[in-house]
Nanobody, 125 residues
Framework: QVQFVESGGGLVQAGGSLRLSCAAS??????MAWFRQAPGKEREFVAAITWSKSSTTYADSVKGRFTISKDNTKNTVTLQMNNLKPEDTAVYYCAADRRPFYSGSYYSTADMAYWGKGTLVTVSS
């Protein structure tokens, strides 16, 4: 069983920055990812990072603005979000992939085994 402690959400003006953190317990060697869900929309992939080589994958909508990173010693994954836009407003979820040692670049909600409770990010215009 994996448990997450997510933090860092909040309200920010367009163009601002936020940093989300996810501390995971009970699991390693699996990719970690961030997804988001805006009101009335389906949950969508944002970014992912593999545990062994720290290979990263990003949704096109956040490339160049968001950066995912990890600290293996603390089992923590961080999402640095810069130049935020109103369309980034959503609940952001930390997730652990179900595929051990996966090193590819395709991630979907069906590939995730565990989910955090989510943290709300609101970007005002």
């Amino acid at each position: 069983q994996v448990q997450f402690v997510e933090s860092g959400g909040g309200l920010v003006q367009a163009g601002g920055s936020l940093r989300l953190s996810c501390a995971a317990s009970g699991r390693s060697t699996y990719p970690m990812a961030w997804f988001r869900q805006a009101p009335g929309k389906e949950r969508e992939f944002v970014a992912a990072i593999t545990w062994s080589k720290s290979s990263t994958t990003y949704a096109d909508s956040v490339k160049g603005r968001f950066t995912i990173s990890k600290d293996n010693t603390k089992n923590t994954v961080t999402l640095q979000m810069n130049n935020l836009k109103p369309e980034d407003t959503a609940v952001y979820y930390c997730a652990a992939d179900r595929r051990p040692f996966y090193s590819g670049s395709y991630y979907s909600t069906a590939d995730m085994a565990y989910w955090g409770k989510g943290t709300l990010v609101t970007v005002s215009s």
